[in-house]
């Protein structure tokens, strides 16, 4: 949609139906699917931490308002969210329950891991922490930060909504997935990657 | 994840737990029980809970017969991870404790070094008011979470669009001193990190008269508030007999009208030459704590203007104590990459002064070595008092840190409170402990 | 040949300060002697006339950096804790909690538990320091004179096991119900895991070369 849509004639022609040529919209299911996804992803409160605090301010505070993309909506049952926004330090003792919260959730579901801990266990390499949230459920998107900024968590949000509106369905996917898997199972580990000028 | 409810036999009769899905197999069997008494389990992942918090009810009808907390959701094993890192590093961790108030577990921590160290009389007056001065601030921002959160838990959702807006601007000041809005490591043993910004303490004054002008807005929507009344009037009982033998501080044991505030009891960090009130209540219940922390608000305010006006006499004070071999080395300025060491400081250390490098050196490396021995310092954090007991066995690494955390003897009032009233009231009487579970597991 | 390890010809340590001879002995605080300064005397003689068995019960007084603690033998820990709460001119109501401490080179005394005590009515702080040996960690419980330390003893007991006999209900707090070990023991592993970055891995904060 073009930016200089409206034509203020008295008359208000910004709306997408205005520009449509007849009528007519051409678009794949995928994109209209991801379209609406995207724009209406309902966040469970999963704040276990200091992040959630900073995800509290998001959500109320004036200036960091996710209400704009329909966010606000902190759903407390997992059954009626969509993305599980893990925030916060996982210990040992939490994980089975972030794992539970996680099956409740109905597909289709997305993880944001915020912050440094939930993301790899962050400054708490230790026997009480669980040494990122990735150990326990998929994770669509990382965020770091100790804690990260609302706006970290605004960009991290937003990315996520592009990634959401460019997935593929059906056969596609099925596809996408088994890539995936193939090339993780393939991957060499991080560590025995060969640095230049060095004998790995 | 088939989930049916089984039923077995207990010494306490038949239990039948419900996972989800099951529930007209249980309620068929369960129609035919004689005894009504259900388990509920709120939490860790609950709204209410203030975190990952867990409740565990034994109801009858609405009414609670028991209640017990589980916690421990959130032991990050800080404590232990302290024991691996120098004293100054410390600081980092610690301060993650109590993550609505850093600054306090900051500055007790860095007490406790002090005494330590013995240097508590060597720490600059400068860095003492800003240390008071952002406690303050921490004591505004940290209420307001607790204002708004508890609000919110009882239904009332825009005060904590306006706590949080409150708390935006106290977290401007902090980010304009210190460079984060959390967790922020700004305190260190010997002082503060670096000294104030140009300009902070005149912005700091206006920000004073806003603050004091916006506090009016919760006030108006809560106070006087009949529905606010009906829930919080009588709720969560606690006198002070009871405060006192399971060790309850803060707003909780000053709501029984002990006019107990280790600010003017026990001074520290010069707080005797400040004026400000201690504000009790004595109705011992939620309503009385509620009040209590909003006119903490005002005290705060009041306590902050005077260390404006002390800031203002000690302009170009040191920051930091004078011993070089305690002092943390680096001077941080704003250049075009971003925060790091000061150009004037690279230049003393690279061309003028050995010694100044080896101090650099070796702070940051190694550490300073505190002599050995045990301390107990306590600070009166928003949630009460909060206090580290500190062991050293002369190295540069702590022996033992374990930190009385308010929140932690706090919450163990809850059943006391909570036993024999609804379930609504728990969430009301949970809000006005005001716990925050990192400093709950630690 | 001998085998070369490094750069700079490393054996030992490879502390090159010239300050390897230093031996530091292990901290145990010396018994302090009478006056105490401060408010100590008077609360230790007010101990001492309101509980005649003192000189069986107190093992030693420490006075540092201003502050008292006093050793007590583990057998008589509750008659000394109630006589401290309920003597009128020593009244110490408020028990901060219990913190434990693990001295594993304390032989038959590795297990420390600190009491932190407070007394609103006079304004005094003061410490009960109790040891007891790794072996036999039993230490009678404290919640029937202070209730608050339910949950420090349940949590010094979840962190070094030692055991408070008369507990109501000792069990972890702080890891899961079926967690093995005393994680703040000093024999207790941080548990961290190596970091990996592209061409090295970081060890674990226990694990690492470090200054001590």
């Excluded at chain 1, 210990?91 to 109905?106: C, F, H, L, T």
């Excluded at chain 1, 150990?135 to 100790?146: A, F, K, N, R, T």
Aim: aromatic share 8%; glycine share 10%.
């Amino acid at each position: 949609m073009s930016g200089a849509a409206a034509d203020w004639n008295g008359i208000n022609q910004m709306g997408l139906e205005e520009k449509l040529p007849s009528g007519f919209l051409l678009t794949t299911v995928e994109k209209l699917a991801g379209y609406m996804r995207k724009n209406s992803l309902w966040p469970a409160t999963f704040g276990l931490a200091c992040c959630a605090i900073e995800m509290m301010a998001i959500g109320s505070a004036g200036k960091y308002d996710i209400s704009r993309f329909g966010m606000e909506v902190f759903r407390a049952s997992p059954r009626q969210a969509d993305l599980m926004i893990v925030a916060g330090r996982v210990s040992n003792k939490m994980a089975p329950v972030v794992r539970q919260i996680y099956d409740q959730m109905a597909a289709p579901k997305w993880v944001l891991s915020m912050g440094a801990c939930a993301s790899s266990g962050g400054m708490f390499n230790n026997y009480a922490i669980v040494q990122g949230v990735d150990h326990i459920i998929p994770v669509d998107i990382y965020l770091p930060g100790c804690p990260p900024r609302p706006e970290m968590l605004m960009d991290a949000i937003l990315k996520l909504h592009e990634q959401i509106g460019n997935e593929k369905l059906g056969v596609n996917r099925a596809k996408i997935v088994k890539e995936v898997e193939a090339s993780a199972i393939a991957a060499t580990p991080i560590h025995q990657i060969p640095v230049f000028g060095k004998q790995g | 994840m088939s989930t049916f409810a089984s039923s077995r036999e207990t010494t306490e009769g038949t239990i039948y737990s419900v996972t989800g899905g099951d529930w007209d197999q249980v309620a068929s069997e369960i129609g035919s029980a004689k005894e009504e008494r259900v388990v509920v389990n709120m939490g860790p992942q609950h709204p209410s809970t203030h975190g990952v918090l867990r409740l565990m009810l034994e109801l009858e009808g609405e009414t609670i017969t028991e209640l017990r907390c589980g916690i421990g959701y959130l032991h990050t094993g800080i404590e232990k991870n302290t024991e691996f890192r120098t004293w100054t590093q410390g600081v980092t961790f610690v301060t993650r404790m109590d993550y609505l108030s850093p600054l306090f577990n900051e500055t007790t921590y860095c007490l406790g070094v002090e005494k330590l160290l013995g240097i508590t009389n060597d720490v600059p007056e400068r860095a003492s008011v800003i240390r008071v001065m952002m406690m303050e601030f921490n004591r505004i921002s940290s209420h307001m979470v607790a204002l708004g959160t508890g609000a919110l838990e009882l239904g009332a959702i825009t005060p904590m669009f306006f706590a949080f807006r409150e708390r935006e601007k106290v977290l401007d000041v902090f980010e304009k001193v210190s460079g984060l809005r959390m967790n922020m490591a700004y305190i260190r043993p010997g002082g503060v990190a670096q000294d104030l910004p140009d300009g902070t303490v005149a912005g700091i004054r206006e920000l004073i008269k806003d603050l004091r002008k916006n506090f009016k807005d919760n006030a108006k929507l809560l106070i006087g508030n009949s529905i606010w009344i009906k829930r919080t009037k009588g709720v969560g009982y606690l006198d002070l007999a009871g405060c006192i033998t399971l060790g309850v501080t803060g707003p909780v044991l000053r709501s029984t009208g002990m006019p107990w505030d280790l600010r003017k009891t026990q001074p520290y960090c010069g707080y005797e030459n400040y004026d400000f009130d201690v504000i009790t209540a004595d109705t011992c219940d939620v309503y009385g704590r509620f009040l209590i922390r909003m006119q903490e608000l005002e005290q705060s305010l009041r306590i902050i203007e005077q260390c404006c006006d002390k800031l203002d006499k000690l302009d170009g004070a040191p920051v930091m104590v004078a011993d070089k071999k305690i002092a943390w080395p680096a001077q941080l300025s704003l250049g075009g990459d971003g925060l790091g060491n000061s150009l004037d400081h690279i230049r003393q250390i690279m061309g003028t002064s050995m010694e100044a490098l080896i101090h650099h050196f070796k702070i940051v490396t190694e550490g300073f070595r505190v002599p050995a021995g045990q301390v107990y310092t306590p600070v009166e954090s928003p949630r009460g008092e909060l206090g580290a007991h500190l062991v050293s066995d002369g190295g540069t690494r702590p022996y033992r840190v374990h930190f009385r955390a308010p929140s932690f003897s706090n919450l163990q009032s809850t059943a006391a409170m909570c036993e024999g009233s609804l379930i609504a009231d728990v969430v009301a009487a949970v809000a006005s402990i005001d716990p925050v579970m990192g400093d709950v597991d630690r | 040949m001998s085998e070369q390890k490094g750069s700079f010809g490393i054996q030992g340590t490879g502390d090159t300060s010239g300050y390897g001879g230093l031996v530091r002995s292990s901290f145990s605080p010396t018994s302090a002697q009478k006056p105490y300064g401060s408010y100590f005397d008077e609360v230790t003689d007010e101990l001492e006339r309101a509980f005649p068995e003192f000189n069986d019960a107190i093992e030693k007084v420490v006075v540092d950096r201003g502050e008292l603690t006093l050793h007590i033998k583990r057998q008589r820990l509750f008659d000394v804790a109630k006589t401290l709460r309920d003597t009128e001119t020593l009244r110490f109501e408020v028990c901060l909690g219990v913190s434990g401490v693990h001295y594993p080179e304390d032989s038959q005394r590795e297990l420390h538990a600190v009491y932190e005590l407070l007394s609103m009515t006079h304004n005094r702080r003061m410490r009960l320091e109790v040891s007891t040996p790794e072996s036999d960690p039993h230490i009678p419980s404290l919640v029937e004179v202070w209730a608050g330390t339910n949950w420090h003893e349940r949590e010094a007991y979840d962190m070094f096991g030692i055991i408070f006999d008369g507990h109501p209900a000792l069990t972890r707090i702080l890891m899961p119900d079926d967690w093995p070990g005393h994680p703040q023991r000093k024999d207790y592993p941080l548990g961290g895991i190596a970091v990996e970055y592209v061409g090295a891995t970081i060890p674990s904060p226990d694990n690492r070369r470090s200054y001590r």
